[in-house]
């Protein structure tokens, strides 16, 4: 499907109410990058569309490429590979909300624990290994934990590099500001 | 009959259909195995364990290999589509999916045309596929920890990951947030949210409060969260009450969590062998509460061997005098001595007799009542 199709693309059979509570846009800086970006999802076969963006978000004759929310960050990654990031990633519902920024951070005797929005990981001071991972609800969870958990902080996959969902995303929150309680 | 949905994480991991069984500490399903340590397969396993000591036959099983991809998930929902009406279930408990609105209707619909319709619980991904889909009184029992109670209480928020800063997940506010998801529609009929006091709610309010016994290293724990599910999908799938299996079932995986003596480098894979001596040592205490007529209050009124002195003398501050009295078998001042120990550790640290002791300390409770 070329560029210019994708608008006259029908939706899937809905539920009422059902429409876009799932999809995220991508804001990119101009126009050639989402052709770009827009390539390069199609040809991984993303569920993805090109349209104007929202009022709220609006800010001249943009466009905006909509995506499947939870899958966020595998389609980033997918976009890294090719140089052509978002500026921003919003949810289609309420465009102005931002991923959440607050951490809960928790010592246990010789463990810490950090936990950002659904997910929690926990290192041992001692030995900077890895020793649980948990929250979350997105398949990429109990995957992260299989990978992760046993390993050194600074040996283990990041989330970033092997996580997919928005949960994957929000462990990789956790992830840095570990690294950086560490690095005090 | 109950049923279990969800996923593996390994990626050939192939969609199957069957009866679980446990073999150590893996799950096997037809040819297939993987390790019970966290996700859908440690709340299997802890069905399983609970479904032993209940009588309640192995759960079905839809499983599917994902890793996050979403690729396994959506197979399975197109699966479930066609085949989970072939089964007259009483139960059936969703877990790690991947979430899609539009599947998840789908899926909703054919099980919402079931005469009887089977009860309903959803953790984890389809938990937030629910609540996005706007269908989440169509539940029986959600079971979120406090971040996913957050987002539920977030009318805006489509993932937790974008739960707004002034929803704050804290254990403070679980009452405020509990209340707030119900409002804006985005609570199942039921409520177990897990924390480090466990709530269990309905539309009408606040039902029950656990908070013993009180492991701190349990919040860490990967998979703690899905075993507690496992066990209130068994017990509900025996016929009981939700909120008389909510309370049950978070009274067990706090009770399992304290005998395996947990750190927060511990495994849940270590937690589930504990799973049927705690369940059945909360049955056994419900039984003998409701042959003395008994219902439990919303501040759970029972003692347990794992609660610690001061947690007694905390919250029933007249049992100190029952302590007093043991303090000349035990040769010292036990309030002074051994305050923060475990009621069993002390029992026997002291040779007292822990079962009287127990006894006296509900006598005492039930006299002040």
Known sequence: MSFFNVFKRKQQ?????????????????????????????????????????????????DLVIEIPLIEELNILR????????????????????????????????????????NMKLT???????????????????????????GRKLMEAPSPREIGHTLCGYALQLAYEEVISKCMQ | MHAIVGTVPVEDFPLVAGEASLAGNEFLIQDYKALVNRGTPALIAAAIKAGEVVGLPAPYCYLVGDIGRGDGSRRLYEFLTTHIGEFD??????????????????????????????????????????????????????????????????????HPFYTRGFILHEESKVPELIQRAYDHGNAARHLLVKGERDYISSREGIREIIDHPSEEAMEVIGGTGDTVTGIVAALISTGMEIVDAARIAAKTNRLAGYYARPTAATQVMEILPHIPRALEEVLHEKQRLDAEGESPSMESSSISPGMTVLDVIKRYRHTESVFKKYDEKAGECICCNALFEPLENMAAHYDLNLDELLAELEESILIDA
């Open chain 2, 89 to 158: 279930f009483e139960t059936i408990t969703f877990h790690y999916l991947q979430p899609d609105v539009h599947w998840h209707n789908r899926v909703l619909e054919i099980l919402n045309n079931r005469m009887p319709r089977p009860r309903l619980i959803a953790d984890a991904g389809f938990m937030y596929a629910a609540k996005m889909s706007g269908r989440s009184l169509e539940y029986d029992l959600f079971t979120p920890d406090v971040g996913e109670l957050a987002f539920l209480a977030d009318e805006e928020a489509p």
């Open chain 1, 123 to 149: 290192i041992d001071l001692e030995t900077s290994i890895i020793v649980n991972v948990s929250g979350g609800g997105c398949p990429d969870v109990p995957y992260l934990a299989q990978e992760m958990v």
């Open chain 1, 78 to 117: 997918s976009l890294q590979k090719e140089g052509v990031l978002p500026r921003e990633v919003v949810p289609v519902t309420s465009p102005l909300l931002q991923p959440v920024d607050l951490f809960k951070v928790k010592y246990i005797d010789r463990y810490l624990m950090v936990r950002a929005a």
């Open chain 1, 13 to 61: 059979d809905m539920y009422p109410g059902e429409a876009m509570c799932d999809r995220g846009l991508l804001i990119f800086e101009n126009t050639s990058e989402v052709i770009l970006a827009e390539r390069v999802l199609k040809a991984k076969d993303w569920n993805i569309r090109v349209m104007g963006p929202p009022p709220e978000i609006r800010s001249g004759c």
